[in-house]
């Protein structure tokens, strides 16, 4: 439907030249009302494309007052410098009579060198303006090259109004057709989203549930396993479960992305904008740590380095009894134990998966994205053994829920004793009912000192299992709060019946700001008030706006309005300014021809000005991405040419057949933007090339071809059209690409080394309040946690970081896949080392993500729903971590020390060291032995202590990696002297010094 409804515009608009008063009132420019439909998008849904058009409709009728006052300025130049000439034919062309005013034609150049750059320099800064800076970049070009052929004011103000016209009768065509043929809202992308990611995330636990299940019989410290032929491969059920959780992540984003134009969609609907934004930012707590059992692998590995295993042998067939040597044995049993108990673990799990499954389930029926399933849930599962349990969709399915999910903490109980009988611990059949009085029996290796190798595997090896089941159990609740927030709606009655949904206009005043500056709100208060009390929480640097080193804060009028001016230069000194002055300085290499007297008729009999427009609006920031979008450029108009030979010539040029085949061809350039959005330039010029030959072949043959070349444009058949447009298209892209290099280079290269220390910085930013959030809610659990108070300043300020580091990441992906394109001049890039470095950074952002998902079992100390309770343990455990420092900021700052390394290519400082990580366990052991022991190993926040000293020790083996890979490309100011002396075995008296002067 939507390939339909992509192609009816363009055609539509064509398919107008038919008749005769349209097509004269156009002449050859005609065309671009098919253009304009096309580059509307009229597939994008209601909210967006009624932004986009407000956006481009401003732009043009910008564009349109630009350029006239362009017009009056060439004029009056012409007129004062006795350049008049004949008169001109007043329209939409230029009359061969009119004689050549070289002050005409440089002050029409002038005009657009400051049009073209103005429009890339604001294409540059603000990419969501990308549409509307390209039509305002055609309408700018096609405007200066007729510009120097009017003699009067009143044949100028003719021409950019019949221009006007077909730009808006363009936005016009798309507007009607997206609004009225297979209308898509914002709101229905919003929930096809949901609903696919509620299903994605179905799929990604089953998926993780088999990824466990391989555990039982397989060697989970072999990640990187050896086929027979000598190749490394990763198990099947391992990298299903990696792929589904990128499709995953993929989903959050596209989600995130569409609820923004949900909210501000004036619709027809059950759920608010509000209604939309919670039921969102709840699936998005489930979404967490369900991302973090991706992490498992990660958590694996780093334990098998941390033993000295090698990971690419597997040892799940080696009998531990029959191992050849001792470290081989230790390998082997520690398999074995891994595997009985990923055995112990597969009922608990399933039982876990199909709830949080069902949960799902429940909360899609409630909403209405699915329909509730009549059919029997499993062929094991007889009637006696569901009785009347309530499935999805059910009105009593929420306690149901719950109480499926404490049998799966109860649970627990029996892993950990059977994790206990493995290791020779003895414990009563009610031991955790009542630890604190229980007794048990202590096998000898419990007497050795707790960092011993041997207690230390143990340890590690509870904690695995204890990961595993939180994050399965916080998954759980999360799910539950999630069905709490949809009933809720149901129950308001909000889900019974539509309603006229209107955006607020607070809502829609911050879209707009939003819109024209490009910034997101930040908070300027240091002093935050408290509405309970008169506790002030004084809050650090990183929440107020960047200093600026040149400059004190501005306190006088004039410090104030002179302000004005340094952001004028700051502007002009931009890469914004200095992209838009390269683009400028392209187009106008093609476009001093137009402007020349020997060349200026021939420039627009030859149509070179298509070549001008391409250029101009063609340049990516980069030379890398400039190659590829010509290549992808040259491609479409290729097959573009070839389509419009077979729709011209297999119907001998009739109407009727021709936009048949026009329409059909047209499906193939909105398939590739629906299907291959990477491709998206090759499937807008072939969809663009299509409307501009076959829509002139059209034109000329309602008009006539003597009324075609009156205008100055020299009539070609299609067969020689064709090639034209080809040529055109591949100068302007080549001349384009030709200014990416000159005069000097902006590749891949340097793009990906400045946006990596952008990364760097913003994971450093988000450690840090990391850091913070985990400190108050060890310490103090719930003591800021009013409304203003720090916690809430904190969660904002985390999600906003994690956001933009996210961002970031994708963007470098993104800009990897383009450095095959860079020319190599010079060494190799290091493609390879950059990439490790992102994909460290992007797991040690993830392990950042589970401490704190980890730590807020610790800040709800003080709920009793069934789902947490207080403890003695708990108690004494946040009484302890009071006292404690386990603050460590020199993470922070190795990371801003990478971001401005890399940034600015200087070495790294000497002697830089990773700190250790925290260890908690350590540190509380030496307070109090007790609070560790066997007792308390079934206490909730047991688990949460366990997920935060598994990711912080994995997130600080993540920086050590990061900090190696950065002396290899920065390198490490070192000037120390290494001296090696070797003595023959001749020569007592000889000796060999080798020196070796280190500095990179």
């Not at 590995?301 to 990971?311: L, M, N, Q, S, T």
């Amino acid at each position: 439907m939507q390939m339909f409804k992509g192609a009816l515009a363009p055609t539509i608009a064509i398919a107008c030249f038919q008749s005769y008063s349209f097509a004269s009132l156009f002449v050859t420019i005609g065309y671009l009302v098919g253009v304009v439909s096309i580059l509307s998008v009229a597939i994008q849904p209601r909210a967006k494309l009624m932004q986009t058009m407000l956006v481009n409709v401003l732009a043009t009728c910008l564009a349109a007052a630009l350029c006239l006052l362009a017009m009056f300025c060439v004029i009056t130049a012409r007129s004062t410098t006795g350049g008049g000439g004949a008169p001109a034919v007043a329209k939409p062309g230029t009359s061969p009579s009119v004689a050549y005013s070289s002050s005409a034609s440089a002050v029409s150049g002038v005009w657009l060198f400051a049009l073209i750059y103005t429009i890339n320099a604001i294409r540059c800064k603000n990419p969501q303006f990308s549409i509307a800076c390209t039509m305002m970049a055609i309408f700018s070009n096609v405007s200066s090259v007729y510009s120097p052929h009017f003699t009067s004011f009143g044949q100028a103000a003719r021409f950019i109004k019949t221009l006007l016209q077909a730009f808006l009768l363009g936005h016009s065509i798309a507007t009607t057709v997206s609004l009225l043929v297979f209308p898509l809202t914002s709101r229905q992308i919003f929930f096809k989203s949901f609903a696919a990611c509620i299903s994605t995330l179905q799929t990604v636990l089953n998926s993780h549930l088999e990824y466990i299940h391989s555990m039982e019989r397989s060697d989970a410290f072999a990640l990187h396993r050896v086929n027979t032929t000598g190749e490394e491969f990763t198990p099947k059920e391992a990298e299903e479960f990696q792929n589904n959780i990128h499709k995953l992540s993929a989903l959050h984003a596209k989600l995130d992305a569409d609820l923004g134009l949900a909210k501000r969609e004036i619709a027809v609907g059950k759920l608010g904008p509000d209604d939309l934004q919670s039921i969102y930012r709840q699936l998005r707590l489930v979404l967490l740590p369900t991302n973090g059992l991706a992490s498992t692998r990660q958590v694996l590995k780093r334990v098998a380095e941390e033993r000295g295993w090698d990971i690419a042998s597997d040892f799940s067939r080696v009998d531990p009894e029959t191992a050849k040597t001792e470290d081989d044995r230790v390998r082997a049993r520690a398999v074995h134990e891994w595997n009985n108990l990923m055995k112990r673990l597969r009922e608990p799990f399933n039982q876990i998966t199909q709830t949080i499954n069902d949960g799902l389930e429940h909360t899609s029926i409630v909403l209405g994205l699915s329909k509730k399933k009549k059919q029997a849930r499993a062929a094991d599962d007889t009637a006696e053994e569901r009785g009347d349990e309530p499935r999805p969709g059910d009105k009593d399915f929420l306690p149901h829920y719950k109480k499926a999910a404490a049998k799966f903490l109860d649970s627990k109980k029996e892993m950990l004793r059977a994790w206990c009988a493995m290791h020779g611990i003895e414990l009563r059949d009610d031991f955790f009912d009542n630890p604190y009085r229980k007794e048990y029996h202590a096998p000898p290796w419990m007497e050795l000192d707790p960092q011993s190798p041997e207690r230390r595997w143990v340890r590690r090896q509870l904690f695995l299992c204890l990961y595993l089941e939180f994050l399965l159990y916080n998954i759980s609740r999360q799910v539950y709060q999630l069905m709490e927030v949809v009933e809720s709606l149901q129950s308001s009655g909000k889900l019974s019946k539509s309603r006229l949904i209107v955006p607020g206009h607070k809502r829609l005043r911050k879209w707009l700001i939003n819109v024209c500056t490009g910034r997101d709100e930040k908070g300027d208060d240091q002093q935050v008030d408290r509405d309970t009390d008169t506790v002030q929480v004084y809050m650090g640097q990183a929440y107020l706006e960047r200093k600026d080193p040149e400059h004190l804060a501005a306190r006088t009028k004039w410090e104030k309005t002179s302000n004005i001016l340094r952001k004028v230069s700051h502007f002009l000194r931009s890469p914004a300014s200095a992209f838009g002055f390269r683009v400028a300085c392209a187009t106008m290499s093609i476009a001093v021809i137009a402007f020349l007297r020997d060349t200026q008729q021939q420039f627009i009999t030859q149509r070179l000005f298509w070549a001008q427009i391409i250029c101009s609006i063609s340049m990516s920031p980069s030379a890398g991405q400039t190659l590829r979008a010509f290549m992808l450029r040259a491609l479409g108009t290729v097959l573009a040419i070839v389509m419009s030979f077979i729709a011209y010539y297999i119907v001998d040029g009739k109407a009727a057949g021709v936009l048949v085949f026009f329409f059909v061809f047209l499906h193939v350039g909105v398939w590739v933007l629906l299907k291959h959005p990477e491709y998206t330039v090759a499937g807008m010029i072939m969809q663009v090339t299509l409307a501009i030959t076959l829509g002139y072949e059209l034109q000329v043959s309602q008009i006539g071809k003597q009324r075609a070349v009156a205008t100055g444009q020299a009539y070609y058949p299609l067969y020689m059209l064709g090639p034209i447009r080809l040529a055109t298209v591949l100068g302007g892209c080549f001349v384009a690409w030709i200014w990416t290099i000159f005069p000097y280079p902006i590749t891949e290269h340097s793009q990906v080394r400045k946006n990596l220390g952008s990364a760097l910085y913003m994971l450093a930013n988000y450690y840090s309040i990391m850091l913070e959030t985990v400190r108050i809610r060890l310490s103090s659990p719930g003591a800021w946690d009013s409304k203003g108070g720090a916690m809430v300043k904190l969660d904002k300020s985390r999600r906003k970081v994690f956001g933009k580091f996210n961002t970031l990441a994708s963007a470098l992906r993104g800009q990897m896949a383009f450095l095959g394109f860079d020319i190599p001049i010079g060494g190799k890039f290091p493609r390879q080392e950059y990439q490790n470095v992102v994909e460290l950074m992007q797991s040690a952002a993830n392990f950042m993500v589970l401490v704190t998902i980890a730590s807020t079992a610790f800040a709800d100390a003080g709920q009793r729903d069934g789902w947490t309770h207080t403890s003695r343990w708990r108690d004494d455990f946040q009484r302890i971590m009071s006292e404690a420092d386990i603050a460590t900021h020199q993470i922070t700052t190795l990371l801003t020390l990478f971001s401005g390394s890399i940034t600015t290519g200087t070495p790294l400082p000497p002697y830089l060291q990773v700190p250790e990580p925290y260890e908690l366990s350590k540190h509380l052991d030496e307070i109090d032995k007790d609070i560790l022991s066997v007792r308390h190993i079934a206490e909730p926040g047991y688990s949460a202590f366990a997920l935060i000293q598994l990711g912080s020790r994995c997130m600080v083996e993540d920086v050590r990696l990061i900090l190696k890979a950065m002396k290899e490309l920065v390198g490490e100011m070192d000037f120390s002297f290494h001296i090696v002396s070797s003595h023959s075995n001749d020569s007592s008296d000889s000796a060999i010094a080798k020196t070796t002067i280190k500095e990179e």
